[in-house]
């Protein structure tokens, strides 16, 4: 059995590949300091429309259709107070995304 945890690779810069990503009812259910201590730093810090402040990205680097993203959306709050992180993806069923968080030790649910 493949190790899904190392299939997964986060981004170190933005990558092309996450283009077409959408948010599937799937959040993560951690606050800013649980996601730096388990995935490290974030792969985009702000966006030229201010929707997202922060965001990790990561592709299936055995199926690079296969992509998953980690970011708050229009959220008012202080990083530090958001608790609620939306999960972009495409080609991954969300229960697949659930799973693969879990081995970062994140509580990932279908909202």
């Known amino acids: 059995m493949t190790d899904q945890k190392s299939m997964f690779k986060k981004q170190i810069k933005h990558?092309?590949?996450?283009?077409?990503?959408s948010f599937n009812k799937v959040v993560v259910k951690e606050n800013c300091r649980?996601?730096?201590n388990a995935l490290g730093n974030p792969t985009?810090?702000?966006?030229?429309?201010?929707k997202i402040q922060l965001q990790w990205q990561f592709i299936n680097s055995q199926?690079?259709?296969q992509v998953f993203t980690i970011y708050d959306y229009k959220s008012d709050c202080s990083i530090k107070d958001i608790?609620?992180?939306h999960?972009?993806?495409k080609g991954m069923s969300n229960e697949k995304i659930i799973?693969?968080?879990k081995e970062y030790g994140l509580e990932a649910v279908i909202v």
């Open 15 to 21: 990558s092309e590949e996450i283009a077409g990503t």
């Open 83 to 85: 608790t609620d992180w």
């Open 63 to 65: 199926n690079k259709e």
């Open 34 to 36: 649980t996601l730096l």
């Open 87 to 89: 999960i972009g993806s």
């Open 44 to 50: 985009v810090i702000g966006s030229p429309d201010d």
């Open 99 to 101: 799973r693969h968080l």
